[in-house]
């Protein structure tokens, strides 16, 4: 994809997401060639030799998601994935313009899933428990998405020649609660995550990894207006809160939060204007990290070009041992 037309999905995401967000959702809300290693068992597609050299760019069935891939994919080396989780109101093209992605698959040399969630209340958005999302009293009973999109990373594995030591998540507000609930209940499957202006619930009993630890970096405006940062009472915790919950669960030392230097995200915020804490001690070769951006919104941008990296370094930086 070119720049050109990245840029213009970028302005359409912006104009999207905002006018989404405003309608009812302050409440709810490459790498170098790697060793042959299939990590954690996911069936089909076991070897480098069982991989498609020509794989298909849409997968999914009857709700379908679309793939991008390296240029020059070579079947005979493991790539890292990547599935955006978009917010709601937009879909997940316009979240991985939003994001930079299509533009670093060549570069970055990974796998891009964008699957795009479900139409509920007049908008596109992700399914994190059966009640969420304003969803119409007829549908209360329906699952998350959680057992959708964890079919989405088993096919992916199944089709194309993925390193599953590296099955990342990056999610913005919606998408953001969607990637919590996956490091939750899908956690075999998920090795780490950015979550932007997302949060998860008050309850831990609600959310607790099943099987794995999750290396989590959570990213929060201050401003945020729409998935507040300090929180909804009963509803869903701060950003602070979400945070320290997931160092808890990858079990790290929570009571020894460091700071690390602040960062430049965000081109109209001037100077370094995001401010970093990390947990030591991690267990099982994770890291959660809390980036707060010191005067962002619910949706930040124009981003930094060098901070859009970051956000997926981190995750391709993150393998789980």
Not at 12 to 30: E, R
Not at 148 to 156: C, F, K, Q
Not at 265 to 273: H, P, S
Request: glycine share 10%; with cysteine.
């Amino acid at each position: 994809m070119s720049n050109q037309l990245s840029r213009v999905l970028i302005t359409i995401a912006f104009a999207a997401i905002i006018s989404a967000c405003s309608n009812g959702n302050s409440n709810n809300d490459g790498s170098d060639n790697n060793p042959i290693d299939t990590g954690f068992t996911l069936a089909g597609c076991a070897d480098t030799n069982s991989c498609a050299s020509n794989p298909p760019v849409v997968i999914g069935g009857d709700r379908p998601a679309m793939v991008q891939i390296p240029s020059n994919y070579d079947n005979s080396r493991r790539y890292p994935l990547v599935m955006v989780l978009h917010g709601r109101g937009v879909t997940g093209l316009i979240q991985s313009a939003y994001f930079g992605l299509f533009d670093r698959v060549d570069s970055r040399q990974f796998v891009l899933i964008y699957p795009d969630g479900l139409t509920l209340s007049g908008s596109k958005q992700w399914r994190f428990t059966p009640t969420c999302c304003d969803t119409p009293a007829e549908e209360a009973t329906e699952i998350s998405d959680v057992g959708y999109l964890s079919g989405l990373i088993e096919e992916a594995a199944a089709t194309y020649s993925i390193d599953t030591t590296r099955i990342g998540l990056i999610g913005h507000s919606s998408g953001g609660f969607m990637s919590m609930t996956m490091a939750c209940e899908a956690s075999h499957l998920v090795t780490a995550l950015v979550n932007l202006a997302g949060s998860t619930f008050v309850d831990l009993d609600r959310c607790q990894p099943s099987e794995e630890r999750v290396s989590v970096l959570s990213v929060h405006g201050d401003l945020d207006d729409t998935v507040l940062f300090d929180g909804v009472a009963g509803a869903y915790l701060s950003a602070p809160q979400l945070a320290e919950r997931y160092a808890m669960l990858a079990g790290c030392d929570t009571t020894n939060p460091m700071s690390r230097p602040a960062v430049d995200l965000v081109a109209n915020i001037e100077g370094a204007e995001t401010s970093r804490t990390i947990w030591p001690e991690c267990l099982q070769g994770t890291d959660v990290e809390f980036w707060k951006i010191n005067g962002g919104p619910h949706i930040p941008g124009p981003w930094v070009q060098t901070g859009l990296d970051s956000f997926l370094e981190w995750l391709l930086l993150h393998p789980r041992d």
